[in-house]
T-cell receptor
Framework: DIVMTQSPDSLAVSLGERATITCRSS????????????LAWYQQKPGQPPNLLFY???TRAFGVPDRFSGSGSGTDFTLAISNLQSEDVAVYYC????????FGQGTKLEIK | QVQLVESGGGVVHPGGSLRLSCVAS????????MHWVRQSPDKGLEWLTF????????FYADTVRGRFFVSRDNSMNTLYLRMSSLRLEDTAVYYC????????????????WGPGTLITVSS
């Protein structure tokens, strides 16, 4: 089974600064037949279900501010949030959605 | 807009059974695959099962295969999860989740989630 590992487990960033979260898969999740990485990012605020941010590693979901960016390929992926706002406080998860499904353990983002 | 509303959660004894329902609206339910995903403090987010848009293909995580059974009634826009032989470690919030791929044989990523329903397995 593919294991998704996020780092760090938590981080605190000042308002207006940049936050970076990484997600590493235990196997290559780039499918050569269609050149797509089967990786999504979700944001979960307290008391709410997760909300889709990115799919295919870097395609921004509808309504997601362009302060958010997704990148990476193969086994290493990054979610970056620039100009951090108070409403970005949340737990962020990566998800592999290929032959099966596997979530990362989550990264808790707080304001410094 | 897409709405998913779960019901049926509660407290159940180990070894017991429970059925969850999820009523969907705001999209063509019969055209999309659906999932159940759960979340607990111990295990985090865990995908459980997928059912194809027509109900003819189902996939399960190893942790629930043989104990949990997914079904759907497209005439009622409703998704179900029948759970049996419940264990303490099944305690979690259970989410009904819509797949983004229309008419696909297997699932892709999740694009809409219900608010979740809490199941507590306790003696």
């Amino acid at each position: 089974d593919i294991v998704m590992t996020q780092s760090p487990d938590s981080l605190a960033v000042s308002l207006g600064e940049r936050a970076t979260i990484t997600c590493r898969s235990s196997q290559n999740i780039l499918q050569s037949s269609n050149n797509k990485n089967y990786l999504a990012w979700y944001q979960q605020k307290p008391g709410q279900p997760p909300n889709l941010l990115f799919y295919w590693a870097s395609t921004r979901a509808f309504g997601v501010p362009d302060r958010f960016s997704g990148s990476g390929s193969g086994t290493d992926f990054t979610l970056a949030i620039s100009n951090l706002q108070s409403e970005d406080v949340a737990v962020y998860y990566c998800l592999y959605y290929g032959t099966t499904y596997s979530f990362g353990q989550g990264t808790k983002l707080e304001i410094k | 807009q897409v709405q998913l509303v779960e019901s049926g959660g509660g407290v159940v004894h180990p070894g017991g059974s429970l059925r969850l329902s999820c009523v969907a609206s705001g999209f063509t339910f019969s055209a999309f695959g659906m999932h159940w995903v759960r979340q607990s403090p111990d295990k985090g987010l865990e995908w459980l099962t997928f059912i194809r848009y027509d109900g003819d293909e189902k996939f399960y995580a190893d942790t629930v295969r043989g104990r949990f059974f997914v079904s759907r009634d497209n005439s009622m826009n409703t998704l179900y999860l029948r759970m049996s032989s419940l264990r303490l470690e099944d305690t979690a919030v259970y989410y009904c989740v819509k797949d983004q791929c229309r008419g696909c044989s297997s699932g892709e990523f999740f694009d809409s989630w219900g608010p979740g329903t809490l199941i507590t397995v306790s003696s």
